[in-house]
Each structure stands twice: as structure tokens, then as C-alpha cells.
């Protein structure tokens, strides 16, 4: 007889067996659920299992305009080979019309999308698609000349015209091109391979070029191998670029830098991830005499929660064109990873104009040949028509939070007797040598102040300070120079 409430011992041959295979059907499920989950996570990230995304519903575009266009409606043709170029300006031209209405929107659907240049409009989204690729027709003669920019001269490379952009803009107001991480690219690779053998008679055309403009917003895109500059919004006024992946070759792509607001105002440049062939960021406001008539300043720009690498140039940069001046520029959450420069600043005598009330703040250095550097002999001139005596100044200029690893010179301030670099501040850095020399933290003609320790020792050229900002020690050589090219 069976006790109530017992199972009887013997009858475990019989209950075992269930009891194993349920668990092992139990475990089998979840472990099932949680690679799913995973494998679905991977292809959802950059360069992930693409694979298994196959065969899955487009994400649709949102509507983000009254009116909506794709571009095939305009006669476009995906296929990488149909030039699309007349269906891009039908497109912009029906979007134009709409502009009392709200404006329009232009879809660009999955495909490559081969094109010369053309322009955008106000009151315009252009939005690309997942696995869109608006792709630049390599012939240099389908790319119109264009006027130099003013601040300039002439094109920064050969006097006389430049060639345009692959996407332009002009006077606009209320732009957005954004998307679903769709890419354009300027296949700049037949552009470099020309430029190297001096075969261009004009200056390189960015890859998207927005002059005198306002309300622009640059969102969930790539960009990538443009002939010469990428992003150059100039003499624009309310620009935010975030979320935007930027790539060129690291080496052979010259001049490719990522993000150049010049002559800008009231700029944000937030979570994006540059990987190019010169500075990742440059801010700009004109060359020497040019760039001093013209007269428009770089100002009130927020740099933030970027990932950059620049192997032969700087993670980002003031300079060197800055002759309208720069000033209010705060970058923070910084990540420069093996790169040759971490932050740059670069000037000359001839810009003239103002480098002033500048703030890097929480800045991680990772591989970096050198980290922090100020230069003012970078004598580069549009022509011989340039004033010596016109000198920059510098003004407030702090660095906190500054730490890292692998840095060969963690401070190169390269001041002269004719161009003092004075206001500069450092607290809280902490940055780990690739190389053991004494003199690694460089100064010449520099005034300023540590507050606080730093790692590696200060020059002698700075004032210490306590944390309480209580004067420890007033450096009684502001003037003493101590750079070394050779580290």
C-alpha cells in the first residue's frame, strides 16, 4: 500500500526520466530565446549579422513634412549605374514649390543612387533609407565650378574656381537630411589618386557644402570618402550635426577632414563617431587678409560625445584658417583613439583674428602620439598679400579633465615672442607615457596656471595653484622655451 503524501522510492525509474527530459525541454527553450535575442541585437548593430535581416519588412520613412516624394516617382533608378541627376533636381524643384505649405520631403528608397551635383532647398528633408546610397559620379566634369568661398580668396588649392559639392545648399532656411543611417558617398578615391598626381587644375569640392543658411539639421546618416572636405557648413547660423557616422580611409584620403563649421554660429556636434583621413573636427572662419575682411567669426559652438580617430592630423581642431576669429567653443566627452594629435589648435602670423574663451572638458586620450597642441608658426598663406603684423590672440583657454593612456606628449604649447599664448589652464589631467623623457609636458612664450597636481609634471612656464586656487608657485619664466620636435 502507498502512504499518503509519499512518492513511493521505487517509483523513481518510472517519474525520473519526465522530470529530466521537461527541464532539459525547458532549458533548451530559454537558451533558444536568449540566442535569438542576441543574434537579433548583432544585426541590428553596425556591421552586425546583415544576413539575418534579409527578408525583412524596409522600415517605412516617417512623414516629417505635409508632403512626401520618393525618387523613383522622378524618374530615379537605384541600380548604380542610371545617373540620377535629373531626377534629384525635378525632386528639389517640386519640393521648392511646397514652400508656403510646409515644404516637402524627398525619400530615398534602398539602392545605390548614382549622381553629379545638385542642390537642396528650404523647408526640405531629404530622408535615406536603410541600404540607401546616394554614390558621386567620379568624372570631375560632370562636378560644376563654382565661385571660391570669399573668406578664402580663392579655392584653398588652386586660385580661380572650385569645384562644388555633391550636395549644396545655398541661402536656405529649415534644411534636414537625415534618414535610417543611409549613406552618402563621394567615392573620393579617383579624386585623391588625381590630386596626388597633380592632375586637378581646381580645388576639391566638399561632400556636403550648406553657405550662408540657418535651422540646418544633420541627423542618422554616413557620410563617407568625400573628395575634400566632408561637412563644411559655412557662414551658417543654428546647425546641429548628431548621430552621424563619418569615414574615409585613415591614410591616402587628404584633406578628407570630418566636420568644419566655418564662420558659424550657434553650432551643436554631438554623438557621432569619425574615422577620416585629417582633422576629425576643424572649426574655420576664414584665411589671413581674406578671411579678416570678411569678418565672420566662428562662434558658440558645443562639441560633445564624440569618437574620433585621426592617424595622420588631429581628433579636432581650431584652425588653421581662422582669421574672422573663434570663440565660445566648449568640447566635452571626448574620445580620441590612436590618433597623431588628441586637440589641436593651429595659427600663424597673417591670420590675425582671436582664439578666446575655449573649454575641453572630460577628454580620454588613447594612443595618441601627442596629446594637447598649440602651434602658431603654421605658415601656410593663400598668397604673398598677407600681413605679417597680423597677428592672433589667444584668451582663456582651459583643459580639465583630460586623462588617458599610451601618449608619447601629453603638452606641445608652441608660443612665440611675437604670439604669446597666455589665459591657458589645465586641472585634473592624468595621462599615461609611451615615453620616458623628462620634458615631455612642452612650452614656449605660454602663460597660465595649474591648479591643482597634474600627471605629468607641468613646465615651468605655468603659475601652480592649490585645488582651493590659492597662487603655490608664480613661474618666474613665461618666456623659456622647451620643444622637441624630435619625440
Known amino acids: ?144 565650378l563654382m565661385p571660391p568661398v570669399p573668406s578664402y580668396g580663392f579655392g584653398r588649392e588652386h586660385k580661380g574656381p572650385r569645384y562644388g559639392s555633391l550636395i549644396h545648399g545655398q541661402n536656405l532656411k529649415d534644411l534636414v537630411i537625415t534618414g535610417h543611417n543611409g549613406t552618402i558617398n563621394g567615392q573620393g578615391q579617383a579624386w585623391w589618386a588625381k590630386y596626388r598626381k597633380r592632375l586637378l587644375n581646381n580645388t576639391r569640392g566638399p561632400l556636403v557644402q550648406i553657405m550662408w543658411s540657418k535651422d540646418i539639421v544633420i541627423s542618422n546618416i554616413t557620410l563617407r570618402d568625400s573628395p575634400f572636405w566632408t561637412l563644411h557648413p559655412f557662414d551658417c547660423k543654428n546647425v546641429t550635426v548628431t548621430n552621424v557616422t563619418i569615414l574615409a580611409p585613415v591614410t591616402g584620403a587628404p584633406n578628407t577632414d570630418g566636420i568644419d563649421p566655418d564662420s558659424c554660429e550657434d553650432v551643436v556636434i554631438e554623438n557621432c563617431y569619425i574615422c577620416v583621413g585629417d582633422d576629425g573636427v576643424a572649426i574655420k ?120 593612456q599610451g601618449v608619447r606628449v601629453p603638452v606641445r604649447i608652441h608660443g612665440s615672442e611675437d604670439i604669446p599664448v597666455k589665459g591657458v589652464s589645465f586641472r585634473d589631467m592624468s595621462v599615461g607615457i609611451s615615453y620616458k623623457k623628462k620634458h615631455i609636458f612642452q612650452c614656449s612664450f605660454v602663460e597660465g596656471r595649474v591648479i591643482g597636481s597634474i600627471f605629468p609634471a607641468p613646465c615651468e612656464n605655468l603659475d601652480l595653484y592649490d585645488e582651493q586656487g590659492k597662487l603655490v608657485r608664480q613661474s618666474a619664466s613665461q618666456n623659456s622655451t622647451d620643444i622637441d620636435y624630435d619625440i
Open 1 to 144: 500500500m502507498v502512504e499518503i503524501g509519499r512518492f513511493p522510492f521505487h517509483n523513481h525509474r518510472r517519474w525520473l526520466p519526465v522530470f529530466v527530459s521537461t527541464h532539459r525541454t525547458l532549458f533548451l527553450v530559454v537558451w533558444v530565446i536568449g540566442f535569438a535575442t542576441v543574434f537579433l541585437w548583432q544585426s541590428r548593430s553596425i556591421d552586425g549579422l546583415l544576413f539575418f535581416r534579409r527578408g525583412l519588412p524596409d522600415m517605412a520613412a516617417p512623414r516629417l513634412r505635409p508632403f512626401a516624394y520618393n525618387i523613383t516617382e522622378f524618374g530615379g533608378v537605384g541600380d548604380g549605374v542610371t545617373l540620377n541627376t535629373e531626377a534629384f533636381v525635378r525632386a528639389v524643384a517640386a519640393i521648392a514649390r511646397l514652400r508656403g505649405r510646409g515644404g516637402g520631403q524627398l525619400n530615398v528608397p534602398p539602392g545605390v543612387w548614382l549622381t553629379a551635383p545638385f542642390n537642396l532647398t528650404s523647408h526640405m528633408t531629404l530622408f535615406l533609407a536603410e541600404g540607401a546610397e546616394i554614390r558621386g559620379i567620379e568624372d570631375e566634369r560632370y562636378w560644376p
Open 285 to 404: 572662419s576664414g584665411w589671413d587678409q581674406y578671411g579678416i575682411a570678411y569678418g565672420r567669426p566662428s562662434t558658440n559652438i558645443l562639441i560633445r560625445n564624440l569618437t574620433v580617430r585621426s592617424v595622420v592630423s588631429a581628433g579636432v581642431s581650431i584652425g588653421s584658417e581662422m582669421s574672422g576669429g573663434v570663440s565660445n567653443v566648449t568640447v566635452e566627452n571626448l574620445n580620441i583613439w590612436e590618433s597623431r594629435r588628441g586637440i589641436r589648435i593651429k595659427t600663424a602670423a597673417g591670420r590675425g583674428g582671436y582664439i578666446r574663451n575655449i573649454s575641453y572638458h572630460n577628454v580620454t586620450l588613447d594612443n595618441v602620439r601627442v596629446g594637447i597642441v598649440i602651434k602658431t608658426d603654421y605658415n601656410e598663406h593663400p598668397d604673398e598679400g598677407f600681413d605679417p603684423k597680423a597677428v592672433p590672440l589667444f584668451e582663456n583657454i582651459s583643459f580639465s579633465g583630460i586623462h588617458g
